[in-house]
T-cell receptor, first 114, second 113 residues
Framework: NAGVMQNPRHLVRRRGQEARLRCSPM?????VYWYRQLPEEGLKFMVY????????ESGMPKERFSAEFPKEGPSILRIQQVVRGDSAAYFC????????????FGQGTRLTVV | ELKVEQNPLFLSMQEGKNYTIYCNYS?????LYWYRQDPGKSLESLFV?????AVKQEGRLMASLDTKARLSTLHITAAVHDLSATYFC?????????????FGKGTLLTVNP
């Protein structure tokens, strides 16, 4: 059973370009969470999605960032018009339905904006 | 706003020695996690602590939770080089959603021969 798969592992973008980060949850998991890790910081919650629904996006920056989890296919975190401050590691986690279920993390996508 | 503080942030220790990492948090919590992260890798779940007085052990690592003091500890016994990594505690706020974890800044542990 493959774990949470994120791609690409490394992504370099020039300022002003768009970044798309993909996350395929573990088999049987219908909940996806995105976190961002700035250098030498802990992870910070961004958004929680279930299939076709955004449940909580309270950690998402108000502009340029969006997330989706379509009925078919991976969850996508999209960053438009990237700036240097967007450089970070972006981690996705997934879990099953239900209360108190543990989330498992992917290996992350390291975004570098040049 | 829930705040989570870890200390120390950097820990260099010799093989065979014991040490403790501390995690303080600011509001009541339903659950507390300890994770390990190797450089460039994902987070590996070590322990989930759910109730006051909970103690869990795995190999040379032991985690405990005191919900009254809002404190968790990760104790390392007779450290070995393989334990070198960054260790994070993460807290889910009581009554909040269990997915929305607040992480500490992490403790970078280096075990020297």
């Amino acid at each position: 059973n493959a774990g949470v798969m994120q791609n690409p592992r490394h992504l370099v973008r020039r300022r002003g370009q768009e970044a798309r980060l993909r996350c395929s949850p573990m088999k049987g998991h219908s909940h996806v969470y995105w976190y961002r890790q700035l250098p030498e910081e802990g992870l910070k919650f961004m958004v929680y999605l279930q299939k076709e629904n955004i449940i909580d996006e309270s950690g998402m920056p108000k502009e340029r960032f969006s997330a989706e989890f379509p009925k078919e296919g991976p969850s996508i975190l999209r960053i438009q018009q990237v700036v240097r401050g967007d450089s970070a590691a972006y981690f996705c986690a997934s879990s099953r339905e239900g209360l108190n279920t543990e989330a498992f993390f992917g290996q992350g996508t390291r975004l570098t904006v040049v | 706003e829930l705040k989570v503080e870890q200390n120390p942030l950097f820990l260099s220790m010799q093989e065979g020695k014991n040490y403790t990492i501390y995690c303080n948090y600011s509001t009541t919590s339903d659950r507390l996690y300890w994770y390990r992260q190797d450089p460039g890798k994902s987070l590996e779940s070590l322990f989930v602590l759910l109730s006051n007085g909970a103690v869990k052990q795995e190999g040379r690592l032991m985690a405990s939770l005191d919900t009254k003091a809002r404190l968790s500890t990760l104790h390392i016994t007779a450290a070995v080089h393989d334990l070198s990594a960054t260790y994070f505690c993460a807290v889910a706020e009581s009554g909040g959603s269990n997915y929305k974890l607040t992480f500490g800044k992490g403790t970078l542990l280096t075990v020297n021969p």
